[in-house]
């Protein structure tokens, strides 16, 4: 299996515990990004949201081949349907403001850095006069 996987398998059964998983990233972020208070919830929310398909707790080998090995179709139709969710003024592109006032789809996909420049819920939704 991939270099990556037997790196976070720390305890070398094949598959990927969330503590496993969640430990490696932690190795590889930088301190700034470590004391966000928002860096685990997010990163645990990934896990079980999108690699952990039967929520056993764990990556067995076929989760770990689908997200090694993305389908592309796959992504590309996630990707349209925020798309379609979020963009407003259906002008086909989305900009900022509207990934902001999208948070909650747009939140685990994101960094946290992007996040600081909005401080959702505090935000007001402005209409510019045309
Ligand atoms: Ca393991
Ligand atoms: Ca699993
Ligand atoms: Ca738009």
Do not use: C
Request: proline share 5%; charged share 35%.
């Amino acid at each position: 299996m991939d270099e990556a996987v037997e790196d976070m398998d720390a305890n070398n059964d094949g598959k990927i515990l969330i503590q496993e998983y969640l430990d490696h990233l932690f190795s590889v972020t930088d301190e700034t990004e470590r004391e966000d208070p928002n860096w685990k919830p997010t990163h645990e929310g990934h896990f079980n949201d999108y690699l952990d398909k039967n929520n056993d707790g764990n990556l067995d080998r076929e989760e770990l081949k689908e997200w090694l090995i993305p389908s592309y179709n796959k992504h590309e139709a996630e990707a349209y349907r925020l798309i379609t969710t979020a963009d407003e003024d259906k002008d086909g592109d989305l900009s900022v403001q509207e990934i902001a006032q999208h948070f909650d789809h747009f939140y685990s996909l994101l960094p946290p850095e992007f996040w600081h420049q909005f401080q959702p819920g505090q935000q007001e939704t402005k209409h510019d006069e045309l």
